[in-house]
């Protein structure tokens, strides 16, 4: 069935290093890949998403590359800085409206 | 502009028991999601609607329901508790079918079954 597979579960970086995410996704047909950030106690927030026409997506200090071929995108947040530490998920929708997350990163950045 | 809200935040209920929680959209917001989180899992999806009627629902069974009102406000139903349906329960709006994904995610029930 459909899966998203995210890595690595936990990233610890010092403050202004780069910290980059991995996803793969199963379904071929995926077409929008969102990104989300869930601060503690909160839920998450949207704070990216790339289209399958779109190789890559900047946003001040994050950006989304995707790899249809391989089936793989990735998140990249550079500068980071310790308000960035939270779980990020990445996404594929799917179709009908259905949207499969990954599991999680939790990322921690060290002052 | 006041985000999605959820209620109640928290919940302990007991095995066997029936549960309701709720979720208000954004306002104009027409396109309403749920989705479990359990315990160091990503997000499954549950159930989506949209003008009021049941869109798609994920691989739950059918103990979990719902429904989304006229003024797309929306429930969940848990029946038949079991002590797995312990998570945060989160829903997001979205503002039409356009947008595909969920937008705006509240902050979740966080249920407890014992």
């Known amino acids: 069935g459909e899966n998203v597979e995210q890595h690595p579960s936990t990233l610890s970086v010092q403050e202004g290093d780069s910290a980059v995410i991995k996803c793969t996704y199963s379904d071929s047909a995926s077409n929008y890949f969102p990104w989300y950030k869930q601060e503690l106690g909160k839920g998450p927030q949207l704070i990216i998403d790339?289209?399958?026409?779109?190789g890559e997506k900047k946003d001040q200090r994050i950006a989304v590359t995707l790899n249809k071929t391989a089936k793989h995108f990735s998140l990249h947040i550079t500068e980071t800085q310790p308000e960035d530490s939270a779980v990020y998920f990445c996404?594929?929708?799917?179709?009908?409206?259905?949207?499969?997350f990954g599991a999680g990163t939790r990322l921690f950045v060290k002052a | 502009e006041a985000g999605v809200t959820q209620s109640p935040t928290h919940l302990i209920k007991t095995r066997g028991q029936q549960v309701t929680l709720r979720c208000s959209p954004i306002?104009?917001?027409?396109?309403v999601y749920w989705y479990q989180q359990a315990l160091g899992l990503g997000l499954q999806f549950l159930l989506w609607y949209d003008e009021g009627e049941e869109r798609n629902r994920g691989n739950f069974p059918p103990r979990f329901s719902g429904r989304q009102f006229p003024n797309y406000s929306s429930e969940l139903n848990v029946n038949a508790l079991e002590l797995e349906d312990s998570a945060l329960y989160l829903c997001?709006?979205?503002?039409?079918?356009?947008?595909?994904?969920?937008?705006?995610f509240g902050d979740g029930t966080r249920l407890s079954i014992l």
């Open positions: 306002s104009g917001h027409t396109s």
């Open positions: 997001a709006s979205s503002r039409d079918r356009l947008h595909l994904i969920p937008q705006h």
């Open positions: 996404a594929a929708y799917t179709g009908g409206f259905k949207t499969i």
């Open positions: 790339i289209r399958s026409n779109v």
